[in-house]
């Protein structure tokens, strides 16, 4: 544990394209000569205006289109992608969609140029050398996958949920339309919000090392998504609204924050075996584990929860301890203030299920999670025992 910023090298190749009526320079942004394969989800994009305005953006392209992405991509429909561009020559990719949609998109791109079994990139990390180009057009502000060189893949015959990443998976670009974002149902509106306040606390969270300009970056992405996130759901089309959400959720994943930090994914590693094995939505398993896991490591975390409460919440009177009992509250009651909720509970998981979880998590090498390495399997279960 020192109290100095951890040296970095940063770029993020990823061109963001931000605001209403950018759709048209989808046009420019991916050369004439290339043949594009639109990729998307299980077809929001054509009830909600989206694909017109790509189809009319695309007129003086060659193109195609693969839908079908599972919300959860699986590894079996991504496959079926992969033929489809083998047999009829796609060279770019645009996904159109949300977190899954990209994420199912980098590893079409990976798996179209990959000269083995595309699972082990998934099982055995295999390496990505090369991808074919990706593009992105945002429908649902969450994950950061439009900025980032990340995925995860869903087995739905093997019930696991994997992770992949490689340097050549950074989208080209992503258009980012905040307008684009008004037909999206609540849940999954409230599911994003999560998803981006989770992924910034993990970054954050941790312990301090004098990295002020990260701390106050992250702050300030957990106060917008904090102000915003309610309204986001009851003025479903206020565009500034759905702006700074949006704009949040990609600086919450695309690199920038988590420079000079120490990190803690646990909570993300441990939902991914909730959603294989449960079926709960990303956000929702986020919802879940966070407040546990902040109970579970408040002495690790002292120093830094005392401070999430006080920058993010305005928690500045009480005991030490009693501040971070309401930090802790106060998240909770955010999740549920944007109608997720915070127990396994109330998704139907219960205490007996926890051993095949925590199996998982000891088959998935998630063995040592946490800033600190110290979240074994047997402080998992005990997080899992809190969530109940
Ligand atoms: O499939 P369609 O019909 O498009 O409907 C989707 C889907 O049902 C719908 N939706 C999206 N945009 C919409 C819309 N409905 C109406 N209007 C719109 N504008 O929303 C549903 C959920 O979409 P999905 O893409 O699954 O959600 P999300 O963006 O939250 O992505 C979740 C996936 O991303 C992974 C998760 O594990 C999960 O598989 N993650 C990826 C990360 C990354 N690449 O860096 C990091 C994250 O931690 C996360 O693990
Ligand atoms: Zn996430």
Not at 24 to 29: C, F, G, P, T, V
Not at 116 to 124: A, F, R, Y
Not at 145 to 172: H, W
Not at 238 to 248: D, E
């Amino acid at each position: 544990m020192g109290s100095f910023m951890y040296n970095f090298s940063f770029q993020n190749p990823t061109k963001l394209i931000f605001g209403e009526g950018q759709m048209a320079k989808l046009a420019s942004e991916i050369p004439k000569d290339k043949k594009v394969l639109l990729i998307y989800g299980g077809g929001s994009i054509k009830k909600n205006g989206v694909y017109e305005q790509v189809a009319s953006a695309l007129s003086e392209h060659q193109w195609g289109e693969f839908g079908g992405i599972e919300a959860n991509p699986g590894f079996h429909t991504a496959m079926k992608a992969v033929e489809k561009i083998k047999a009829e020559g796609f060279d770019f990719l645009l996904a159109v969609g949300g977190g899954s949609v990209c994420d199912a998109t980098k590893f079409i791109a990976a798996s179209a140029c990959f000269n083995d079994d595309p699972w082990k990139i998934l099982t055995e990390g295999a390496r990505i050398r090369d991808a074919l180009p990706i593009g992105v057009v945002l429908t649902l502000p969450a994950t950061g996958s439009e900025s980032n060189p990340n995925g995860v893949i869903d087995n739905y015959e093997t019930q696991e949920k994997l992770a992949f990443y490689g340097r050549k998976l950074f989208p080209q670009f992503a258009i980012l339309d905040p307008t684009t974002t008004y037909s999206l149902p609540a849940k999954q509106v409230a599911n994003g919000i999560v998803d981006a306040y989770v992924h910034t606390m993990e970054q954050y969270l941790t312990f301090p090392v004098g990295a002020d300009l990260q701390d106050r970056f992250a702050e300030g992405i957990l106060r917008t998504l904090a102000n915003n996130g309610p309204k986001a759901l009851s003025e479903p089309e206020n565009y500034t609204v759905r702006a700074n959400v949006m704009w949040s959720a990609t600086m919450a994943l695309n690199g920038l924050i988590g420079l000079a930090v120490p990190h803690d994914w646990a909570t993300h590693f441990i939902g991914h075996e909730l959603t294989a094995l449960h079926n709960m939505d990303h956000g929702q398993t986020l919802a879940v584990i966070l407040p546990s896991m902040m109970a579970e490591k408040r002495e690790q975390k002292h120093e830094k929860l005392l401070q999430y409460g006080k920058e993010v919440w305005g928690i500045d009177s009480g005991s030490e301890e009693e501040r971070i009992d309401a930090a802790i509250e106060q998240t909770r009651a955010f999740f549920e203030s944007l109608g997720v909720k915070t127990r396994l509970s109330d998704y139907g998981v219960e205490e007996q299920h926890i051993p095949a979880l925590v199996e998982a998590l000891e088959k998935h090498k998630m063995v040592a999670l946490g800033e600190h390495r110290d979240v074994t399997p047997e402080v998992s279960a005990q997080v899992l025992r809190r969530c109940l």
